[in-house]
C-alpha cells in the first residue's frame, strides 16, 4: 500500500527528533518504517545512512546510500546520484559493485529491465538506459552529454558537517566546487574583524571560480551551513579533459566571461557605467589571447588597437629612458588591465609590455571601445585624467625616476 505523505512527514519529524536526542537505532528504525517512500524521495535514503554513520555502523550506512544511489540515478539527479557513488567509495575503496554503478551512471547505462510480456516468446527485450541529464546549472549545462560524463568521472565528493570549513582565506585556489547536497555561507571579515556573511550557496550553486582560473589564493572563507555534500574538481584534472575534449576550453572560457570578467568590468571605473545588459553584450565580443613568457604584447610607439585583462599570469610594462635602456614601469598579474587609453585615443603606446610568464590575455579591440565611449561620454573624463596621469609616470621612467602604471 502507498504511504500517504502526511504520514512520511510526521514519520520523518519523530525520526529526526530521536536523532538529535542520540537515540540512532531509535531514528532508523522509524525510517525503516516509511523506507519504501525512498524511491519517491531518495533523501530518505541518504538521511538513514548518514544516521547509521553517526551510529559508526559503516557497513549499514554503505547499504542505505547505495539505495539512495540508485534511487537519485532512476529518478534523472545524476550529479547527486554521483556524489552518493563516490562517498561510498570513501568510506570502502573495496566498493566494486558502486565503482561499476559509478560507471554505469557516467555511461548512461541503467539497470531496470522491462517486465516480460506473456504469449509466444519473442526476441529478448532490449536493454533500457538510464539517460543522462546534465544538470541545469551554470557551466554544466553548457556541456554535452560525452563532455560531462568525462568532468564527472575526475570529480571528488567531500561530505561536510554543519559549520565545517571547506577552505578559508589564503588558502591556495586551484579547485572549483559544486554543491550537490545541503548549503554552504561565503565568509569574510569587516574592517572590525567581525565575521560577515557575504553570500549563502545552495544546491546547483558553483563557487571557486576566482581562485580556480588565476591560481591566486582564497579571498574569503567557505563553510557549511548544513550537513552538505561538495563536488570538486581541480585545474589539472580540467587540462586533463581538455586534451579529449577541446570544446571545453571554450565553455570555461565563456563561464569565465560571464563569472570573473564582468564582475572585474563593473568595478573598473571605464566600465562601471555600462548596465549589466551593456556589459553582458560586450562579453559576448571578448576574444583570448596567448602569450609565450618574453613574448612582446604592446610596443612603445605604435598605435593601439587593443587592451587586455590578465586572465592568468604576468607582464611586465617598461619604456626606454634618455640612454636607450629599459626602465621598469610596472608588473601587472591578473585582473589587472591595461592598454585602455592607446585604445580609446589616437595616441601611440607610450610602454612596451611583455609577458614575464606565460600569460592568457581578454582582448578589447577599439570598436568595442569606441561604442562605450558613444554611449557613455562621460567615460571621457576617466580616460583623459588617467592619460595625464600615466603619460606623467612615463616620462619620470624615462628620467630614471620611478614610474607610475601602464598607458
Given at each position: 500500500?502507498?504511504?500517504?505523505?502526511g504520514?512520511?512527514?510526521?514519520a520523518?519529524?519523530?525520526a529526526e527528533?530521536?536523532?538529535?536526542?542520540?537515540?540512532?537505532?531509535e531514528?532508523?528504525?522509524?525510517?525503516?518504517?516509511?523506507?519504501a517512500?525512498?524511491?519517491?524521495?531518495p533523501?530518505?535514503?541518504?538521511r538513514m545512512?548518514?544516521i547509521a554513520r553517526?551510529?559508526?555502523?559503516?557497513?549499514a550506512?554503505i547499504?542505505?546510500?547505495?539505495?539512495?544511489?540508485?534511487?537519485?540515478?532512476?529518478?534523472?539527479?545524476?550529479?547527486?546520484?554521483?556524489?552518493v557513488?563516490?562517498m561510498?567509495?570513501?568510506i570502502?575503496p573495496?566498493e566494486?559493485a558502486v565503482q561499476?554503478?559509478?560507471a554505469e551512471?557516467?555511461?548512461g547505462?541503467g539497470e531496470?529491465?522491462?517486465?516480460?510480456k506473456?504469449?509466444?516468446a519473442?526476441?529478448p527485450?532490449?536493454k533500457e538506459?538510464?539517460?543522462i541529464?546534465?544538470?541545469?546549472?551554470?557551466?554544466?549545462s553548457?556541456?554535452n552529454?560525452?563532455e560531462?560524463?568525462?568532468?564527472?568521472r575526475k570529480?571528488?565528493?567531500?561530505?561536510l558537517?554543519?559549520?565545517?570549513?571547506?577552505?578559508?582565506?589564503?588558502d591556495?585556489g586551484?579547485?572549483i566546487?559544486?554543491?550537490?547536497?545541503g548549503?554552504?555561507a561565503?565568509?569574510?571579515?569587516?574592517?572590525?574583524s567581525?565575521?560577515?556573511?557575504?553570500?549563502?550557496?545552495?544546491e546547483g550553486?558553483?563557487?571557486?571560480?576566482?581562485?580556480?582560473?588565476s591560481g591566486?589564493?582564497?579571498?574569503?572563507?567557505?563553510?557549511?551551513?548544513?550537513?552538505?555534500?561538495i563536488?570538486?574538481i581541480?585545474?589539472?584534472?580540467?587540462?586533463?579533459?581538455?586534451k579529449t575534449?577541446?570544446r571545453?576550453s571554450?565553455i570555461?572560457?565563456?563561464?569565465?566571461k560571464?563569472?570573473?570578467?564582468d564582475?572585474?568590468?563593473?568595478?573598473?571605473?571605464?566600465?562601471?557605467?555600462l548596465?549589466?545588459?551593456e556589459r553582458?553584450?560586450?562579453?559576448?565580443?571578448?576574444t583570448?589571447?596567448?602569450f609565450e613568457k618574453g613574448?612582446?604584447?604592446a610596443?612603445?610607439?605604435?598605435?593601439?588597437?587593443?587592451?587586455?585583462?590578465?586572465k592568468?599570469?604576468?607582464?611586465?610594462?617598461?619604456?626606454?629612458?634618455?640612454k636607450?635602456s629599459?626602465?621598469?614601469?610596472?608588473t601587472?598579474?591578473?585582473?589587472?588591465?591595461?592598454?585602455e587609453i592607446?585604445?580609446?585615443?589616437l595616441?601611440?603606446r607610450?610602454?612596451?609590455?611583455?609577458?614575464?610568464?606565460?600569460?592568457?590575455?581578454?582582448?578589447f579591440?577599439r570598436d568595442?571601445?569606441k561604442d562605450?565611449l558613444?554611449?557613455h561620454?562621460?567615460?571621457k573624463?576617466?580616460?583623459?585624467?588617467?592619460i595625464r596621469?600615466?603619460?606623467?609616470?612615463?616620462?619620470?621612467?624615462?628620467?630614471?625616476?620611478n614610474?607610475g602604471?601602464l598607458?
Amino acid at each position: 500500500m502507498a504511504l500517504d505523505p502526511g504520514i512520511v512527514s510526521a514519520a520523518k519529524e519523530r525520526a529526526e527528533a530521536l536523532f538529535a536526542r542520540g537515540m540512532y537505532r531509535e531514528a532508523l528504525s522509524t525510517y525503516e518504517k516509511i523506507k519504501a517512500y525512498g524511491e519517491k524521495d531518495p533523501r530518505i535514503y541518504l538521511r538513514m545512512g548518514d544516521i547509521a554513520r553517526k551510529d559508526n555502523d559503516d557497513n549499514a550506512a554503505i547499504v542505505h546510500y547505495k539505495g539512495a544511489a540508485s534511487a537519485f540515478g532512476r529518478l534523472g539527479f545524476v550529479i547527486k546520484a554521483i556524489a552518493v557513488c563516490k562517498m561510498i567509495i570513501s568510506i570502502d575503496p573495496s566498493e566494486e559493485a558502486v565503482q561499476k554503478k559509478l560507471a554505469e551512471f557516467c555511461a548512461g547505462q541503467g539497470e531496470a529491465q522491462p517486465a516480460p510480456k506473456s504469449g509466444p516468446a519473442t526476441q529478448p527485450p532490449a536493454k533500457e538506459t538510464l539517460s543522462i541529464k546534465v544538470p541545469k546549472t551554470p557551466l554544466f549545462s553548457d556541456f554535452n552529454e560525452a563532455e560531462f560524463l568525462d568532468v564527472v568521472r575526475k570529480v571528488r565528493s567531500r561530505a561536510l558537517k554543519e559549520g565545517e570549513c571547506l577552505f578559508r582565506e589564503g588558502d591556495p585556489g586551484d579547485s572549483i566546487f559544486l554543491v550537490a547536497e545541503g548549503e554552504v555561507a561565503v565568509e569574510g571579515s569587516a574592517k572590525d574583524s567581525s565575521r560577515v556573511r557575504l553570500a549563502t550557496l545552495k544546491e546547483g550553486s558553483i563557487f571557486g571560480e576566482f581562485g580556480f582560473f588565476s591560481g591566486s589564493k582564497r579571498a574569503s572563507d567557505v563553510r557549511a551551513v548544513k550537513d552538505s555534500v561538495i563536488l570538486e574538481i581541480t585545474k589539472a584534472e580540467i587540462e586533463e579533459i581538455i586534451k579529449t575534449h577541446e570544446r571545453v576550453s571554450s565553455i570555461l572560457f565563456d563561464f569565465y566571461k560571464e563569472r570573473v570578467v564582468d564582475r572585474l568590468m563593473a568595478l573598473s571605473e571605464i566600465f562601471k557605467p555600462l548596465s549589466a545588459g551593456e556589459r553582458k553584450e560586450m562579453l559576448g565580443r571578448l576574444t583570448l589571447k596567448r602569450f609565450e613568457k618574453g613574448a612582446s604584447i604592446a610596443k612603445e610607439g605604435e598605435r593601439g588597437e587593443t587592451m587586455y585583462l590578465i586572465k592568468s599570469g604576468a607582464v611586465q610594462v617598461w619604456v626606454k629612458d634618455r640612454k636607450g635602456s629599459q626602465k621598469p614601469v610596472a608588473t601587472l598579474s591578473e585582473g589587472d588591465f591595461f592598454g585602455e587609453i592607446a585604445l580609446a585615443t589616437l595616441r601611440p603606446r607610450v610602454a612596451t609590455v611583455t609577458a614575464l610568464q606565460d600569460a592568457e590575455l581578454v582582448e578589447f579591440g577599439r570598436d568595442d571601445i569606441k561604442d562605450v565611449l558613444g554611449r557613455h561620454p562621460e567615460i571621457k573624463g576617466v580616460l583623459e585624467r588617467a592619460i595625464r596621469e600615466r603619460v606623467t609616470g612615463a616620462v619620470r621612467a624615462r628620467d630614471a625616476e620611478n614610474g607610475g602604471p601602464l598607458l
